[in-house]
């Protein structure tokens, strides 16, 4: 989302810990990036336990990226922990059904007094939000408020919090800039396959033709056999289309003297950096994505003949439905040690939480090599 230059590192390097104090208004934070990673345990969505959670049951590297294993149901955070093994019995103590109601006996006076000792909040991995200190008020919308902010935005924005977002006083608005992850599938999925057929059956009368606005005795027939290769070179266009997106756009740095550009930056991507837990904004609400892609596929027609800039078109926002339904995947889903998912999933953690100026691929990091914002691999050996 921004460019590639110098962060102001908000975040350590991989190989030390988080730093020991957030920039900002609020108190000390810190845990090691080791724990964070090693927290990518293959383990599937737990229920949520919210009395487990909040009152420091749950280790701190699970803590840190929470988000690997979350139940977005009720926006509440449920954390997946390695199991811990039961402390060995004694000779004296009770076996059986006996021994399993001592032990909860215990376990629950153990809860009793770490909710009279330990504070409400304890995960490590982002910024407690102080409502009396914050730089904003969070009980009003958001998006009109971060333009004040100047030189502290950028800073500000890359402290994550795990509360939800409001951004606008209309609820109509509200609405419309937040979405369920299955609606993108289900809006969109019917669109790539109507208009995938209607390429293919358009180029199967034979009347499509490459340069035929300039020479007709040249002009390339594209046949409908063809049609395969031009949706897979929409998807790859897309790819890259995502990360030019990704870095120039959604990763612009705003002038701090500008409040109508740090609002659009908050507006398009600084929200989801600050709130990365919140389920209702990981993928772009239909409603606004479709001005998006109408316009890039205006531009297609002016481009290419109609049915070829349709058959690219498709195969583009078929890349695109997949990289809505692979970044939610990325906060949400439980994938298998060693699988690509796993390796990007990983990824995506050490931009939110530490590389916020690099790994800028979502559904692939192919786009880092060559334009040299990829995440150092010896980040995540040193963690492992």
């Known amino acids: 989302m921004l460019s590639s230059g110098a962060s102001p590192a908000p975040f350590a390097s991989p190989a030390a810990a988080f730093p020991s104090r957030h920039p900002g208004e609020v108190g000390d934070r810190s845990v090691p990036l080791a724990g964070c990673l090693r927290s990518l345990v293959v383990l599937p969505v737990a ?50 059904l006996g021994r399993r109601k001592s032990l909860s006996e215990t376990v ?30 969070w009980q009003k919308p958001l998006l009109w408020q971060v333009g004040y902010l100047g030189e502290k935005y950028d800073e500000w924005v890359h402290q994550p919090v795990d509360r939800p977002i409001r951004l606008f006083h209309s609820d109509i608005l509200e609405s419309l800039s937040k979405t369920a992850w299955y609606v993108v599938f289900l809006v969109w999925t019917p669109v790539v396959l109507y208009l995938s057929w209607f390429s293919y059956t358009s180029l199967a009368q034979g009347n ?8 007709t005795e040249y002009s390339i027939p594209v046949h409908k056999y063809y049609f395969p290769f031009i949706f897979l070179l929409g998807m790859f266009l897309w790819s890259l289309l995502e990360y030019l997106i990704h870095r120039f756009v959604f990763h612009m740095k705003p002038p701090a003297s500008n409040y109508y550009l740090i609002t659009l930056h908050f507006l398009l991507h600084g929200q989801h950096h600050k709130s990365p837990f919140d389920s209702s904004r990981l993928v772009f609400p239909p409603v606004p994505a479709s001005l998006v892609i109408g316009f890039f596929y205006g531009v297609l027609r002016l481009l290419l003949p109609e049915v070829l800039g349709l058959s690219v078109f498709v195969g583009g926002l078929c890349g695109y439905v997949i990289y809505d339904m692979m970044h939610y995947y990325l906060h949400y889903g439980s994938p298998r040690k060693g699988t690509y998912l796993y390796g990007l999933k990983a990824y995506h953690v050490k931009h939110h939480f530490e590389h916020q100026r690099s790994g800028f691929g979502i559904s692939t990091r192919f786009w880092d090599y060559p334009f040299r914002t990829l995440i150092p691999e010896e980040t995540f050996k040193k963690e492992d």
């Open 47 to 96: 229920q949520p336990r919210p009395q487990r959670h909040r009152q420091g049951f749950v280790s701190a590297s699970a803590q840190c990226l929470h988000f690997l294993q979350r139940d977005p149901g009720d926006g509440t955070s449920s954390v997946g922990t390695l199991a811990e093994p039961p402390p060995p019995r004694r000779r004296d103590e009770p076996s059986g």
């Open 108 to 137: 629950d006076e153990k809860v009793v007094d770490a909710a009279a000792q330990i504070p409400e909040q304890t995960d490590l991995c982002y910024k407690t939000v102080d409502v009396e200190k914050d730089l904003v008020d």
């Open 208 to 215: 499509t033709r490459l340069f035929s606005s300039f020479t």
